[in-house]
């Protein structure tokens, strides 16, 4: 190795003999002596080898090596490997199999230090690669380098001489810059030391026990090691293997699975550019442009209301002003097909419309476009774009799949931020804090404009009311769905029977057999449709007449004037914003929202006196009826006090409040142009819990595993069946109060007494037990009638439980 040479800034460079020289580890704390000793036996052992034809080659190379003794020696002259390289070529290939030395990427280094003295074709064709910096391509500083080579020695010194396994196990990964496409290219370094023999050089410690503990618990104290274990003490005699294993593909795979489980993964203009660069290392695509576009709204809203994550191609501003829609064109059939598509010439593309002509004004010419769901729901596009035809096909598409559905998990986070970022600026116009805990949120901003008026960088305290009393009780419609795909039913049969006597009608003035097949295929559906509505069937089913059948009707009106007056008809009979039929449905949703209405209403209202009896924080949602929840206690309320007389009164308000909703609902049943039902429940739990305000979602929560439960019993138990039945526990005009424990019973019962002696409710109490839950087990349940014609009755102030005196003069005002 005379003629070769070294970059002493910590460069690899090739010698004209193919050998390596570098300085990476030149100041390495133990003494590596090249050697090929260790080899040299492996030969000696293989004469007798079974196999005639190793042990022949065996004792050729043995009696080759008789005329190289310098062989057999230490090597500190970097000449002999040069002077014997056509020898030291065959005892490798004992190491390095010759029949893939061309793809095999290995070499022969001195111990612990990139001094490559043979290498095989395949390494030696990745000259240009590492010709840069190796600690930026290894990720590191070279004192981290000489770390971790140093603690890797004594990993195996401490297996050596004194059988304690360190499990020292430091991956290496190269990047490097590829000299044709100036992408990266990643490859992992393994290193075989079974042809280095460690030798110590002097009297070797004895380590105890203690000594050891020592070792083992300062991995990162290189000088507890250095006094208990010498570095001059130990030698590395032989070679270490180095083998180099390209793994482009999957390194930078990993990697952007990780760039996108990042909050700010598509938000920051960094790590976008950083995301589009490795998928342009994925996919071998020096060019590769990304474009993604969030879709928070219905997919035909792509270009008004589309949002442009970083940058997008359809959603340029361009595209968005020349583009009135996409129909027909690719970004379409992606969503509605629900597939990828891949056009490797945008140029050639068969009928463009104006989406494509404009992504060509872009210097666009091979696009990939992936619809990316989240639970089923479309969350946006991914785009990639190339200014080259053909960069583009479906085996590269391949590729992406395994990173579409953490794209679509980053998208839908990208557009929930956005969400939060609108309602931000909704809270601040027109939201404010509920006002029973505005005090303790007064607070926290007060401390938060102290600190940073100090310079503290501090975000909001956390604010946690703990031992909170809560109630939940719910207002639901029963059978809302059944209810609701009845009236999708309805419509649809209506739409499919006026299209169907459109085409009637005109296959009568010009018989065409395409229009009797036609009417026959409308029948289909109308058949399939009056046997019930599946999942889906709403989707297909207006997909089939909006992009098969009312084409036509603009041409069928022509056949006469019976004929364009039923089109008319038709389209007089759709509803303008949705294009469809939706009488029935108008009538159920007009329905549903004046229930909810009516309920909030006696809510709200009945909400002011419960308030102005003791603070609580309360909160309602509205669905398919309505829910809400109270907490009550002392850590709600500014001054502390807090008795439980308030618990009591709260909870026979509630009963009072579902009555009073019951009652109402009644009349306005024969208003509503489909009556509903509605049936009650309450849910008890005498054990207080804390409730934590969640910044991020701008609501409170419960807070800790064991108060989670109570949320799980608030999802599930609408759904509870009585056991041994098959009845669901929520009935129309019932009030059901689910409990777990007898206490709690014990007390509905005399809130019930009161009410039944008030008129409030009927007097048949049904004591029922549940059927388990998922993650819910052992409740019960009071099912109860509410009186919903009786005249209210006043009792005697006597009959009322210790609870209700609070509450009397309102008794009439919630009914």
């Known amino acids: 190795m005379n003629d070769s040479y070294s970059d002493h800034n910590g460069h690899i460079t090739f010698s004209d003999n193919g050998a390596f020289e570098d300085i990476v580890s030149s100041d390495f704390v133990f003494k590596s002596v090249p050697s090929l000793e260790l080899l040299l036996e492996l030969w000696r052992q293989r004469e007798t080898d079974e196999n005639p034809h190793r042990a022949a080659l065996a004792r050729k190379i043995n009696a080759a090596l008789k005329n190289a003794p310098e062989l057999a020696e230490p090597i500190g002259d970097p000449g002999v490997i040069a002077r014997h390289a056509?020898?030291?070529?065959?005892?490798?290939?004992?190491?390095?199999?010759?029949?893939?030395?061309?793809?095999?990427?290995?070499?022969?280094?001195?111990?612990?230090?990139?001094?490559?003295?043979?290498?095989?074709?395949?390494?030696?064709?990745?000259?240009?690669?590492?010709?840069?910096?190796?600690?930026?391509?290894?990720?590191?500083?070279?004192?981290?380098?000489?770390?971790?080579?140093?603690?890797?020695?004594?990993?195996?010194?401490?297996?050596?001489?004194?059988?304690?396994?360190?499990?020292?196990?430091?991956?290496?990964?190269?990047?490097?810059?590829?000299?044709?496409?100036?992408?990266?290219?990643?490859?992992?370094?393994?290193?075989?030391?079974?042809?280095?023999e460690i030798k110590c050089a002097g009297v070797l410690p004895a380590l105890t026990p203690d000594d050891i503990r020592l070792l083992l618990a300062n991995p990162t104290k290189l000088e507890v090691w250095f006094q208990l274990l010498p570095p001059a003490l130990f030698e590395f005699h032989g070679f270490v293997v180095f083998n180099a294993l390209e793994v482009t593909h999957e390194h930078v795979l990993s990697a952007l699975k990780n760039d996108l489980l990042e909050k700010d993964a598509l938000t920051s203009a960094a790590k976008f550019q950083g995301l589009q660069n490795k998928l342009r290392v994925l996919l071998k695509r020096p060019h590769l442009m990304l474009g993604l576009a969030g879709i928070p709204g219905a997919q035909n809203l792509l270009l008004a209301h589309g949002q442009k994550i970083g940058q997008s191609f359809i959603l340029n501003e361009t595209c968005r002003h020349s583009c009135a829609n996409f129909a027909g064109s690719a970004y379409e059939h992606a969503i509605k097909h629900h597939e990828l598509v891949v056009i490797d010439d945008l140029a050639r593309?068969?009928?463009?419309?104006?989406?494509?002509?404009?992504?060509?004004?872009?210097?666009?010419?091979?696009?990939?476009?992936?619809?990316?769901?989240?639970?089923?729901?479309?969350?946006?596009?991914?785009?990639?774009?190339?200014?080259?035809?053909?960069?583009?096909?479906?085996?590269?598409?391949?590729?992406?799949?395994?990173?579409?559905?953490?794209?679509?998990?980053?998208?839908?986070?990208?557009?929930?931020?956005?969400?939060?970022?609108?309602?931000?600026?909704?809270?601040?116009?027109?939201?404010?804090?509920?006002?029973?805990?505005?005090?303790?949120?007064?607070?926290?901003?007060?401390?938060?404009?102290?600190?940073?008026?100090?310079?503290?960088?501090?975000?909001?305290?956390?604010?946690?009311?703990?031992?909170?009393?809560?109630?939940?009780?719910?207002?639901?419609?029963?059978?809302?769905?059944?209810?609701?795909?009845?009236?999708?039913?309805?419509?649809?049969?209506?739409?499919?029977?006026?299209?169907?006597?459109?085409?009637?009608?005109?296959?009568?003035?010009?018989?065409?057999?395409?229009?009797?097949?036609?009417?026959?295929?409308?029948g289909q559906q109308l058949h399939k449709i009056e046997q019930g509505l599946a999942s889906g069937d709403e989707v297909s089913t207006l997909e089939f007449l909006r992009w098969e059948v009312e084409p036509h009707f603009g041409h069928l009106q022509t056949f006469g004037e019976t004929v364009a007056q039923k089109i008319g008809f038709y389209q007089s009979e759709l509803n303008p914003l949705v294009g469809l039929v939706y009488?029935?449905?108008?009538?159920?949703?007009?329905?549903?929202?004046?229930?909810?209405?009516?309920?909030?209403?006696?809510?709200?209202?009945?909400?002011?006196?419960?308030?102005?009896?003791?603070?609580?924080?309360?909160?309602?949602?509205?669905?398919?009826?309505?829910?809400?929840?109270?907490?009550?206690?002392?850590?709600?309320?500014?001054?502390?006090?807090?008795?439980?007389?308030?618990?009591?009164?709260?909870?026979?308000?509630?009963?009072?409040?579902?009555?009073?909703?019951?009652?109402?609902?009644?009349?306005?049943?024969?208003q509503l142009k489909i009556p509903l039902e509605l049936a009650h429940l309450v849910l008890v739990q005498n054990m207080p819990l804390s409730i934590r305000f969640r910044y991020d979602e701008k609501k409170f929560d419960v807070d800790g595993t064991y108060n989670v439960r109570y949320e799980i019993m608030k999802k599930r138990i609408d759904k509870a069946i009585v056991k041994g039945t098959q009845e669901r526990l929520t009935q129309p005009r019932k009030i059901s109060i689910v409990y777990s424990q007898a206490r709690e019973a014990a007390e509905y019962r005399e809130y019930i007494d009161y009410l039944q002696s008030s008129g409030y409710l009927q007097e048949e109490v049904e004591e029922l037990e549940l059927e388990d839950l998922q993650g819910v087990h052992g409740l019960r349940a009071l099912r109860v009638t509410v009186n919903l014609h009786a005249s209210f009755i006043k009792p005697p102030i006597s009959k009322m439980p210790e609870a209700t005196a609070v509450k009397k003069e309102t008794a009439e005002a919630v009914v």
């Open 86 to 196: 056509q020898l030291v070529e065959q005892l490798m290939s004992a190491v390095f199999p010759s029949a893939y030395a061309d793809e095999f990427l290995g070499a022969a280094t001195v111990p612990f230090q990139f001094q490559p003295f043979f290498a095989t074709p395949g390494f030696k064709s990745l000259a240009p690669l590492l010709r840069g910096d190796i600690y930026q391509g290894l990720q590191t500083s070279p004192e981290q380098h000489r770390f971790t080579l140093t603690l890797n020695a004594y990993a195996h010194i401490l297996k050596r001489f004194y059988n304690v396994d360190l499990e020292f196990d430091s991956p290496i990964i190269f990047t490097g810059p590829d000299p044709q496409t100036g992408l990266d290219r990643h490859f992992k370094i393994s290193i075989d030391l079974r042809f280095v």
């Open 349 to 522: 593309y068969p009928a463009p419309t104006p989406v494509e002509q404009e992504i060509l004004k872009q210097g666009i010419k091979s696009i990939f476009i992936a619809p990316l769901y989240y639970e089923n729901r479309l969350m946006g596009l991914l785009e990639l774009g190339s200014p080259h035809a053909g960069d583009l096909n479906a085996l590269k598409a391949f590729k992406l799949r395994e990173v579409l559905a953490l794209f679509s998990i980053a998208v839908k986070r990208s557009l929930d931020e956005l969400n939060d970022r609108i309602e931000a600026v909704i809270k601040a116009q027109c939201t404010a804090i509920h006002p029973a805990v505005e005090w303790r949120f007064r607070q926290a901003a007060l401390k938060y404009l102290r600190d940073h008026n100090e310079g503290v960088a501090a975000g909001m305290e956390p604010i946690v009311f703990k031992e909170v009393y809560p109630l939940y009780g719910l207002s639901d419609i029963r059978g809302s769905s059944t209810i609701r795909n009845n009236a999708i039913r309805d419509d649809l049969i209506d739409q499919l029977q006026m299209a169907r006597e459109i085409i009637l009608l005109a296959h009568g003035q010009k018989p065409l057999p395409y229009l009797s097949q036609l009417s026959h295929r409308i």
């Open 583 to 670: 009488r029935k449905r108008k009538d159920y949703e007009e329905s549903v929202a004046a229930l909810n209405e009516m309920i909030c209403h006696v809510i709200d209202t009945e909400q002011e006196r419960a308030q102005a009896m003791f603070p609580h924080y309360f909160e309602k949602y509205k669905s398919d009826g309505v829910e809400h929840g109270v907490y009550i206690g002392a850590s709600l309320v500014e001054d502390g006090r807090f008795d439980p007389l308030y618990l009591k009164n709260i909870r026979l308000w509630q009963l009072m409040l579902l009555c009073g909703v019951a009652r109402q609902a009644e009349k306005l049943k024969p």
